[in-house]
C-alpha cells in the first residue's frame, strides 16, 4: 500500500472487530507518528496507548454520550502536547498543529496495517487527564480509537450512524477549500 491508497483506505468508522494489538503495533504506529515533521524539530506531541481492557472501559465512562460503540475498539490513543513544548510565534502555538501531523501519520499507518481508526473530541478531558495521569499543562487534542475492521455496522448506532458506515461522507470540491496565489472564495449566486 503506498500512501495515497493509506489515504483512501483511511475512513473513521464506529463499528470495530476485535483486534490483537501487541506492543511491536504500538511501538510501530509511536514510530511513525514520531516521523513527523515539527518546529525546530521539537517533537511536542505525547501519546498514551491504553490496551488494558478494564483502562478502556475506565476511559469510555467519560466519554460523551453517543459514543457507547467506543467500548468496541481495542486500543485507545491518547495525544496531547503542552505549548512550552514547542514553537510559539507571538500568539501562535504550534504544538497542537505538529501533534495534528503526528497524529494523521498515525491514522495511516494504522490504515497501511489494516487497523480502523477513529479521532474523536468528545470527552471529558479533566477526567481523561486523571485516568491517564497526564499532569496540568497539557492539553489532550484527540482519543483515538483503534481496532479491527467491522464486516457490519456495531447495532449501539444510531440509524444516521448506521448509515455513514457503509460510504465515504461527501468531501468538499477543491473550490470550496483551495485556491490559487490568494484567498478568494466563491461569492454565493444571488439575484
Known sequence: MNVGEAIEARRALRSFAPAEIGEETVRDLARYAGLAASCWNRQPWRLVFVRDAAQRSRISAVLAPHHEWADAASMMVAVFSRPE??????????NLFDSGIATGFLLLRASELGLSTHPISGFDEGALKRILEIPDGYQVSTLILVGGRAERP???????QAAEESKRPTRFPFEKYAFLERYAPQKPAGP
Open 85 to 94: 513544548d514547542d514553537c510559539v510565534e507571538k500568539e501562535r502555538a504550534y
Open 154 to 160: 456495531d447495532p449501539r448506532l444510531s440509524a444516521r
